[in-house]
């Protein structure tokens, strides 16, 4: 019996150790996404001073330290941190009234996002590269009204995302955000 368990014991820490190389032989990879870059699941709403006025589904969202204002947006959004931003990429998305997975933030930081697709599917690329700062604005005046993620990239080369909506008027945030939970 104990030549059994000892077997049993001895074939489940090979197979362990085995499945444990696999990964890191192949390492992270390359994605455009980070749970697609391309779809928002929820949105943390905030006021025109940065405050969080409310949260709709569960945002699939990597600020590192970054916060966004105002969300909803209509004229202008600005994002804050303490970190010097060197590029950003705002990218159209879809709401999706999915769940984000449980483990979202453990996967995410095992991906390597692909600039170049970022990139490809941005309607807009900023490069900060001369003059790398904490605290940008962008004017959404000839940005469509729709949900968004905006990418940016840290001198030290971190890629962090935040969702936001953007409003086709100037926005009442209870009468957007009230529309907007009535999406799923």
Not at 162 to 182: C, K, M, Q, T, W
Request: aromatic residues 14%.
């Amino acid at each position: 019996m104990k030549n059994i368990l000892y077997s049993f014991i001895a074939f489940v820490l090979l197979f362990s150790f085995s499945s444990c190389e696999e990964e890191n032989i192949s390492g992270p990879t390359p994605v455009v996404d980070a749970y697609d870059c391309d779809i928002v699941s929820g949105l943390n709403f905030t006021d025109f001073n940065g405050a969080p006025i409310g949260q709709w589904g569960t945002p699939n969202e990597k600020p590192g330290g970054h916060a966004l204002f105002p969300n909803p947006a209509w004229d202008i959004v600005q994002v804050m941190g303490n970190t010097d931003v060197k590029l950003v990429w705002l990218i159209p998305s879809e709401s999706s009234c999915n769940e984000v997975p449980s483990d979202f933030n453990i996967e995410v930081n095992d991906q390597v996002i692909d600039t170049e697709k970022l990139s490809d599917l941005s309607l807009v690329n900023i490069n900060f590269n001369i003059a790398p700062q904490p605290n940008f604005a962008y004017d959404l005046s000839n940005v469509p009204s729709g949900y968004y993620k905006i990418f940016f990239q840290t001198v030290d080369d971190e890629i962090y995302w935040i969702n936001f909506y953007r409003a086709d008027s100037p926005v009442d945030p209870s009468g957007v955000i009230g529309d907007l939970l009535e999406v799923c």
